[in-house]
């Protein structure tokens, strides 16, 4: 763990992130959320972290069951000692990744975390974030003047 965490802040900041080609071609349907629930979270993953990398990111999409406009506002997960919300946006001519402090989710409606779309980035993942492993997920979602944590599964594999 400790070993980890120093390889992680020696290349932190020069990774990029998203993926190359593997984009999900379905976004699946199962709920990994009660249905029912004001928030549902479907077809979450995290992509397995590549070639010993420290960072990785997780997909999923998020369907609003509330009349009210939410925005997705925070982020952590068990698998990574911190994490973000990014996207990905044309600067110079090149697709790049940054990070947003908050992402809207309009009444009822949903927001796919895609590879070369939103993400959330997952940053010095443990020992214990492998394929085949899952990670836990909780995402601060503001809406009506509160703030709500949303928790889900995310299976680490290449794509749901
Ligand atoms: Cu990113």
């Keep these: 763990m400790l070993r980890s965490i120093l390889l992680a802040s020696l290349t932190l900041g020069l990774v990029a992130c998203g993926g190359p080609s593997s ?37 999923f999409t998020i369907t609003s069951h509330i009349d ?10 068990d698998g990574s000692e911190t994490a973000e919300l990014h996207t990905h946006a044309m600067s110079d001519g090149m ?25 959330v980035m997952m940053f010095r993942v443990s020992d214990e974030t492998v394929e085949g492993s899952s990670v836990t997920i909780t995402l601060d979602i503001f809406h009506d003047d509160e703030t709500e944590q949303v928790t889900f599964e995310a299976p680490v594999q290449l794509q749901n």
Excluded: K
Excluded at 30 to 40: K, L, S
Excluded at 68 to 77: L, P, R
């Design 95 to 119: 697709m790049r990744m940054r990070q947003v402090q908050s992402v809207d989710l309009p009444a009822g409606g949903s927001m796919d975390f895609q590879p070369l779309g939103h993400h």
């Design 68 to 77: 009210s406009d939410a925005s997705i506002v925070g982020v952590s997960t």
């Design 23 to 59: 984009e999900p071609t379905d976004t699946a349907s199962d709920a990994t959320v009660t249905p029912g629930a004001a928030f549902e979270v479907t077809g979450a993953f995290v992509r397995p972290p590549q070639n010993g990398r420290p960072n990785t990111a997780a997909y």
